[in-house]
């Protein structure tokens, strides 16, 4: 049997065609930049702040992107509480069945 690889990039891809095929109000964070051709961390930037951001239905949802094999860091686990003790919801997204069961 052949196993096919899906990326943290794949997920976001179509994580995001989907989000604005439903017309779903979000923000996709990018904590780096490139300067000389090379990437760097933004300066004075969050840590642990979830991929994407949205706003469905008075619902405010952070979802955190991994592969099959992704894991949270320390930063994103303390986020993901931060956000689930002041009243919004925080999910890890490794495929587009979980992201039907947030937004459907």
Known sequence: MIKISI???DIKKN???YLLARHI???RHNPTCISGGKLHPVPHYERGVSDIIT????RYIE???KADKGVQSAFQ???EQNVKANGGEY????????LYAIYN
């Open 63 to 65: 979802l955190e992107l």
């Open 25 to 27: 109000v979000f923000t």
């Open 77 to 79: 686990h303390l986020r």
């Open 55 to 58: 706003l469905y239905k008075g």
């Open 91 to 98: 999910y890890l997204v490794r495929s587009l069945d979980d």
């Open 7 to 9: 990326t943290e990039n």
């Open 15 to 17: 994580v995001i065609q």
